[in-house]
């Protein structure tokens, strides 16, 4: 049953991958870097924020299946460090097609990752900070809102 589940968040990402990407390259140059959210990111830094996410969440998937369990591992997104992350990688000013498919396949590539979580290791968990553990199956889950959360804050700068 989880295994269905997550084969459906799995389908879910392809689905809006392919849904968004059109959308996403027919933006304006001018609102790609100009709007921002509550964050203060643009769409670019919404967009390399996104691919930063999915390799993070392959690894930490990829670890959590032969490492011991809880996997201690950094976590990117805590204090601030996301955001140094996309300064870092200056998501600002990198070619929007190129930043488009490197999004688009880090998706796909994850979406692959975990339709192929082996089930006995969903429950292995990862150290997310201090006495917070996340399960991997639960941090597999819980990606597909997180991608919907930045999709609906590009829509509202659109």
Do not use: C
């Not at 809006?16 to 870097?33: A, M």
């Not at 591992?73 to 000013?93: H, K, L, M, S, V």
């Not at 150290?127 to 889950?141: D, E, H, T, V």
């Amino acid at each position: 049953m989880e295994n269905k589940t997550i084969k459906e968040h799995a389908a879910e990402i392809v689905r809006l991958v392919i849904e968004w990407e059109p959308r996403l390259l027919s933006l304006d140059k001018k609102i790609l870097s100009e709007r921002r959210n509550v964050q203060n990111r643009s769409i670019r830094q919404i967009t390399g924020h996104m691919v930063d996410s999915a390799s993070n969440n392959t690894h930490r998937a990829v670890h959590m299946q032969y490492q011991p369990s809880p996997l201690i591992f950094p976590n990117y997104a805590t204090e601030g460090n996301n955001d140094r992350w996309i300064a870092i990688q200056n998501y600002q000013e990198e070619s929007w097609y190129d930043l488009v498919q490197l999004w688009k396949y880090s998706m796909f590539h994850f979406s692959h990752v975990i339709q192929n979580v082996r089930e006995d290791k969903l429950d292995n968990e990862w150290l997310a900070g201090p006495g917070k553990k996340i399960s991997l199956r639960l941090m597999i889950l819980d990606f597909l809102p997180h991608l919907k959360l930045h999709l609906s804050e590009i829509e509202e700068l659109m």
